[in-house]
């Protein structure tokens, strides 16, 4: 109950108007106490000056909070010492106070420096006090040294959360880095040790089919297949290559499967949504499945040629070809656009990124403006078959 009473305190001294409606209650119950205490004392004006001082300035404390323990403090010494007119909204402003500026206050010795008035004055009380006066006195004092020392241990904690928050993400990050690095060391040693075998076998098996008198079509066969097996694993290889080197900014889960043909319909329908113009996905021959190398290519092709066409050409219609043959799958993206000034025009490696890809899975990429304007990207990628399928046996 008692942490969930605090919480609550908390929660409405951080609103925009609680430190003034908290400093409007307290003197509300001090100038209560008073009159409810001594409604007809000679130095009333002078002691309702008082009580105000001791939890009017509870207003300012997000603001100024040392200017206003100063005064909550030396109206409270001059409320407890001469007049004799403390109350205990008074006390409660008090303890606020001193904790307030332990906690976030600048200077760190200010709260338990203001405490200690109280302390000494409880210390050196007067001999003919009365108990009770002594014992007032005593429950002041203790309150303020507890107050600044509650505060200054909570400043002290919060500031070691945030250093072990900081240290935290500090050593978040150099992991990261040197995963990333460690990544790019392993693509780079990958690349280095494998790429040249694969490819040595590659050409040796086709310059043994081509190269060996009378090697029998089944021997002929094979080794083809070996060829585009080859071929394949260099491919998948460099794909996977380009995973281990990516900076990748999302986490895991947020990761999806490499998109394909199938998924054309969502991009072209995304252009579409993102400018004025029309966009059309044309497909032609007969549809079928193709290598997954050879589709996420022919896919980020056309994703970029969109975005050149958004970049460029905003609100020209757009035209995407696909046409599938018994030999190759050919990319057609047109605008109608203007033409770029030059055949590097979008000021990136967007067109050298395509062409590349193209030239991964062994195909072709052409760019430049179209017959009757706009601008022109068509490719042409091999389709060979699945290099995973087992060839016929020979026949006896």
Do not use: C, W
Request: no cysteine.
């Amino acid at each position: 109950m008692r942490a969930t009473a605090a919480a609550r305190a908390r929660k409405f001294l951080q609103l925009p108007e609680g430190p003034v409606a908290a400093a409007a209650l307290l003197a509300l119950a001090a100038a209560g106490e008073l009159l409810l205490r001594d409604p007809a004392a000679a130095t009333l004006s002078v002691a309702l000056l008082l009580v105000l001082g001791t939890t009017v300035p509870v207003a300012a404390l997000r603001g100024h909070p040392l200017p206003a323990a100063v005064t909550v403090t030396t109206a409270s010494m001059l409320s407890l010492t001469p007049f004799h007119v403390f109350t205990l909204a008074g006390l409660l402003a008090l303890t606020v106070s001193l904790y307030f500026l332990a906690r976030r206050g600048a200077p760190r010795l200010a709260a338990a420096l203001l405490a200690l008035p109280f302390v000494g004055y409880a210390v050196a009380a007067p001999s003919d006090a009365s108990a009770m006066a002594r014992l007032g006195t005593v429950l002041v004092a203790a309150a303020a040294g507890a107050a600044a020392g509650a505060g200054l241990a909570r400043r002290a904690r919060d500031e070691a959360l945030a250093h072990s928050a900081t240290e935290r993400a500090i050593a978040d990050t150099l992991m990261e880095n040197a995963a990333r690095g460690e990544r790019a060391r392993i693509a780079r040693e990958l690349h280095d040790v494998v790429a040249h075998h694969i490819s040595m076998i590659a050409v040796q098996a086709e310059t043994a089919r081509l190269a060996t008198q009378g090697l029998p079509p089944d021997g002929a066969k094979r080794l083809l297949a070996i060829g585009d097996t080859a071929r394949a694993a260099l491919t998948e290889m460099r794909r996977l290559l380009g995973v281990l080197r990516e900076d990748a900014d999302t986490e895991a889960q947020q990761r999806r499967p490499q998109p394909g043909l199938a998924e054309l319909n969502e991009l072209v329908d995304a252009t579409r949504d993102a400018s004025t113009g029309a966009a059309r996905l044309i497909v032609s021959g007969p549809v079928r499945a193709l290598d997954p190398g050879v589709e996420l290519t022919a896919y980020r092709i056309v994703q970029e040629a969109l975005s050149n066409v958004r970049r460029h050409a905003p609100g020209a219609a757009v035209d995407v070809q696909l046409r599938y043959t018994d030999d190759d799958l050919r990319v057609r993206v047109r605008d109608n656009g203007p033409s770029p000034p030059g055949p590097t025009a979008d000021g990136s490696h967007g067109l050298l990124g395509m062409r590349e890809r193209a030239t991964t899975v062994g195909g072709t990429l052409r760019t430049g403006p179209a017959r009757g304007g706009g601008f022109l990207v068509e490719a042409v990628l091999p389709t060979p078959s699945d290099p995973n399928t087992p060839a016929e046996e020979p026949t006896s």
